[in-house]
């Protein structure tokens, strides 16, 4: 059973949409640096070709970006719903949150919720709405599973 730190959903990273942007961005300004010295030099054909090579690039990195936005947003959207969660099971159980780890990066019904201080273990139930929750104390009887801890303890 995998576990993630409340340390982990918080400084959960999403480097390659940061490594996407960037590259985007330095294609754009060699781009508009070749398209200066084309058009300085307008019988030289090999700033043509580098221009449209970047500019080539650069719309098929639009692209990808573009088609990974929305399951970005989503998955930051997740990760600040289950931070809002956690943060509320510390405040009613006088914890810090830095002590609790779930079982799941998306907030959810059955969601298990383990404060590695106290080695308890708590289940969140949504109302039907989804508009709030319960936590339940419970004991879990751990055979022959091995418990993973993502982020640290």
Do not use: C, W
């Amino acid at each position: 059973m995998t576990f993630y730190t409340y340390t982990y959903l918080k400084n959960q990273n999403f480097t390659t949409s940061y490594i996407r942007l960037a590259t985007l961005t330095l294609l754009l300004i060699a781009a508009a640096v070749v398209f200066l010295k084309y058009f300085r030099d307008r019988t030289s054909v090999k700033y043509r070709d580098l221009l449209v090579i970047f500019l080539t690039a650069s719309l098929l990195l639009i692209s990808f970006q573009f088609q990974n936005f929305s399951s970005l947003q989503s998955s930051q959207h997740n990760s600040s719903n289950v931070l809002g969660i956690l943060n509320r099971i510390a405040k009613q159980n006088h914890v810090s949150p830095q002590y609790l780890q779930t079982n799941t990066t998306t907030a959810s019904d059955q969601m298990l919720v383990r404060d590695s201080r106290h080695h308890q273990y708590y289940r969140v139930l949504y109302n039907d709405d989804q508009s709030g929750f319960m936590t339940e104390k419970i004991n879990v009887q751990f055979t022959k599973t091995k418990l993973k801890v993502v982020g640290g303890y």
